[in-house]
């Protein structure tokens, strides 16, 4: 028997995730594939939202609108499923280098927005080792991905919307306003698989630009916790209990996206080094991210076969990203308004256009 429904979900990360529930409020019914593979991009990252990047310590791209929609979305996600997931913190970053210290030091004399000295640069001697003091970075938020995406999985599964099997391309079926999948027809499917979107007929050709990332959990017992992120080349976050997230790393070559004995002794020693309390390694994480070259989003529906659409390429912004460009999406399909031009898959209709 067939199931009809108005889009058709391939993937439940954070943008799999969030299309469901921008879907959800605007009455559109969907359903969503998604294989539970355990080491996916969303699955395995920090889900830290710091509204600064890089070493000179700039505004990342929408930050201002970005975070203020990524609060209420996340607010208002804990009212539907009962548990909160977004937590305010600040990011210690405990200077590397004199270098790197004066590089914040004069970010700070700009204007440079979320950016202050704490009262007491040494403050932290007592639990790292540093030399140059250190700079608070603020408004910065903690989401807790792997709750969040369990409490996601949990609501669909009750509401019979998760199909719990790997998607097969060769299957699917697509004509101008309709899409066939197996015994599921749709107006529209939306890919929002992350890497897996690098091999579909559909996106291949988009400049994407995958990076592997890894990352330790480690215990640290009776250390603090508090809502603080400290950050010293690798970032401590806290993750649950006595556990932290340790990383991570970013390599544009890469043989495969495993766990490596390297990363992982790299990282201890690096710890050891900065951290005064002992620590054991309890799991070794990694994966592959969805990052572009442009380092910004696809968002959309194919400019040829328009009943094919996607929600990826958010690198590690995906926290922050996913929230806002689910609801563009959904407000594009219900209503027509048009997506921001520089994150628009259109904008490469050219490229996307080729036979």
């Not at 529209?188 to 050709?205: E, K, L, M, Q, T």
């Not at 992120?229 to 790393?249: A, E, H, Q």
């Amino acid at each position: 028997m067939r199931r009809q429904v108005e889009i058709l979900i391939i993937g439940q990360g954070i943008c799999g995730s969030f299309l469901h529930l921008e879907l959800e409020k605007a009455g559109v019914s969907h359903i969503v594939i998604d294989e539970a593979l355990p080491f996916t991009a969303s699955r395995v990252a920090a889900g830290l939202i710091n509204p600064v990047t890089g070493r000179r310590l700039v505004t990342t791209w929408m930050i201002d609108q970005l975070l203020a929609f990524a609060v209420d979305a996340y607010q208002r996600l804990a009212g539907v499923l009962g548990s909160t997931f977004l937590e305010p913190v600040v990011v210690a970053d405990l200077f590397p280098t004199a270098q790197m210290r004066l590089a914040f030091l004069n970010r700070l004399e700009e204007g440079g927005p979320y950016l202050r000295l704490p009262a007491d640069e040494y403050d932290l001697l007592g639990r790292f080792h540093y030399t140059f003091g250190y700079g608070l970075i603020e408004s910065c938020y903690l989401v807790d991905l792997p709750g969040l995406l369990a409490a996601v999985r949990r609501q669909m599964k009750e509401q019979h919307l998760l199909w719990e099997e790997r998607f097969e391309a060769g299957e699917l079926e697509v004509a101008d306003t309709q899409i066939r999948y197996r015994d599921i027809e749709a107006r529209r499917i939306i890919f929002c698989d992350g890497v897996a979107s690098f091999s579909n007929p559909y996106f291949s050709r988009l400049p994407f630009a995958p990076n592997k990332g890894e990352a330790l959990i480690v215990e640290i017992p009776e250390f603090q916790r508090q809502r603080t992120v400290f950050k010293k080349g690798i970032s401590l976050v806290p993750w649950r209990d006595d556990l932290y997230w340790v990383g991570s790393s970013y390599e544009w070559s890469f043989e495969h996206a495993q766990p490596t004995e390297e990363f992982r002794q790299r990282t201890e020693a690096a710890l050891r080094e900065w951290l005064k309390q002992p620590f054991r390694t309890v799991e070794h994480l990694a994966s592959v991210r969805p990052a572009t070259l442009e380092r910004r989003p696809f968002v959309g529906f194919h400019p040829v076969h328009t009943a094919v659409g996607i929600l990826n390429g958010m690198g590690t912004k995906g926290c922050s990203l996913a929230p806002y460009f689910a609801h563009e999406l959904v407000r594009f399909i219900s209503t027509g308004s048009p997506i921001r031009v520089d994150a628009d898959v259109k904008r490469f209709t050219r490229v996307l256009s080729r036979h």
